[in-house]
């Protein structure tokens, strides 16, 4: 696996073994040009692209259990060795206080990758990384029992989402994707600062194809208010 430096905006790394067609975005602002206002998005096409140009995805990572940067960097390299695919830059490291009943605290970044491969097969290859990595998938829970006559049903307990790592496709060029297994742009993203402040940092100008506002207005208006710092390089 090839040691993938974290912690660098910018830098850029070919997956090994199954070279993406040599197709490259021009300068950065021609780059987000792609990322238009809602009207944009090609629903013909469903890409939000054009058709000679890789698919343009944005994956949050995270993990809160064992060498949190360890699990992060492990979770990189397997990217870059997603075939099709290349990545092509990566935020800082920022550790975030968690949601939920959660302890640990997360570390948390964002990767960019292009990618020739669909919205779901990148989905599945994210989750291939994490089952590799050893994350246990939670079991489908059995419906709770209807509370018994005159008293109130039970309060669903609170999610710990405590986890060695953590794979979200947050945007996949514009497209809006919206199924059981998969719903793109990530809906929790206006209510995460653990992944608004990584991703501004790599894409401020990312415009969210069904809101229409920036990454960075989403970081300035966001109600979120937990705690996110950025962690030093080592
Ligand atoms: P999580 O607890 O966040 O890891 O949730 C994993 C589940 O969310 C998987 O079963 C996915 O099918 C589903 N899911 C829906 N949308 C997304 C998305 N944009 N990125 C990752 N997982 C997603």
């Known amino acids: 696996m090839p040691d993938v430096p974290v912690g660098q905006a910018g830098f850029g790394c070919r997956a090994g ?6 197709r490259r975005f021009g300068p950065r602002g021609a780059r987000e040009g792609h990322f238009g206002p809602p009207g944009a998005v090609s629903r013909a096409t469903g890409r939000g692209q054009p ?10 990572v995270g993990s809160n259990l064992g060498d949190r940067r360890a699990n992060v960097a492990e979770a990189l ?13 990566t935020s800082s490291l920022y550790e975030s206080e968690p949601h939920g009943v ?10 960019e990758l292009e990618t020739d491969l669909s919205a779901v097969d990148m989905l599945s290859r994210l989750a291939d990384i994490e089952d590799q990595m050893g994350r246990k998938r939670a079991k489908p829970k ?6 018994a006559k005159g008293k109130a049903a039970k309060a669903p307990a609170k999610k ?10 947050l945007f ?25 402040m990584p991703l501004a940092e790599v894409a401020p100008q990312l415009v969210h194809p069904e809101t229409g506002l920036t990454v960075s207005k989403m970081l ?5 208010r937990k705690r996110v710092v950025l962690m030093p390089p080592r």
Do not use: Q, Y
């Open 17 to 22: 073994n199954a070279p993406l067609k040599d």
């Open 51 to 60: 058709p000679d140009m890789p698919h343009r995805a944005f994956i949050g």
């Open 77 to 89: 390299a397997r990217m870059a060795e997603i075939p099709e695919t290349r990545v092509a830059r």
């Open 102 to 111: 959660a302890k640990n605290l997360f570390v948390n970044m964002v990767v």
């Open 142 to 147: 059995a419906k709770p029992a209807p509370a």
């Open 160 to 169: 710990d989402v405590s986890r060695l790592i953590d794979l979200d496709i």
């Open 172 to 196: 996949f060029n514009t497209e809006v994707v919206n199924t059981p297994k998969l719903r793109v742009p990530h809906p929790e993203i206006p209510r995460r600062r653990f992944v608004l």
């Open 220 to 224: 300035a208006t966001t109600e979120d």
